[in-house]
Nanobody
Framework: QVQLEESGGGSVQSGGSLRLSCAAS????????MGWFRQAPGKEREGLAT???????SYADSVKGRFTISQDNAKKTLYLQMNSLKPEDTAMYYC???????????????????????WGQGTQVTVSS
């Protein structure tokens, strides 16, 4: 059974940093695309960052330059370093695995909720002003 478990969420003040982790178990971690998403109350789940097996990453405009996605394949762990946090970053954060991709020149991981097969339970991030 595939399991993704997020950790590292919490409460910080505006301008602070957090590092989220997502530990994967129950499968070979051969997923080509993995990603981080978030969902605030009353809003749709938003794709924030994706990464492929080669380590190529892409970001939503809302977090570009502030968030960094990375992975440790040996530890089967996905990370999201979040800097310069803002109150509008407050949400439940989810990691996702086994995402779909398209080949346009290079390989591009898709970043929509329906593009990912496996999900963690989420970790709450709260940023106060």
């Amino acid at each position: 059974q595939v399991q993704l478990e997020e950790s590292g969420g919490g409460s910080v003040q505006s301008g602070g940093s957090l590092r989220l982790s997502c530990a994967a178990s129950g499968y070979s971690y051969s997923s080509y695309c993995m990603g981080w998403f978030r969902q605030a109350p009353g809003k749709e789940r938003e794709g924030l960052a994706t990464i492929d097996n080669d380590g190529s990453a892409s970001y939503a405009d809302s977090v570009k330059g502030r968030f960094t996605i990375s992975q440790d394949n040996a530890k089967k762990t996905l990370y999201l370093q979040m800097n310069s946090l803002k109150p509008e970053d407050t949400a439940m954060y989810y990691c996702a695995a086994d995402g779909r991709f398209v080949v346009v020149g290079g390989t591009i991981c898709l970043a929509r909720q329906n593009d990912y097969k496996y999900w963690g339970q989420g970790t709450q991030v709260t940023v106060s002003s």
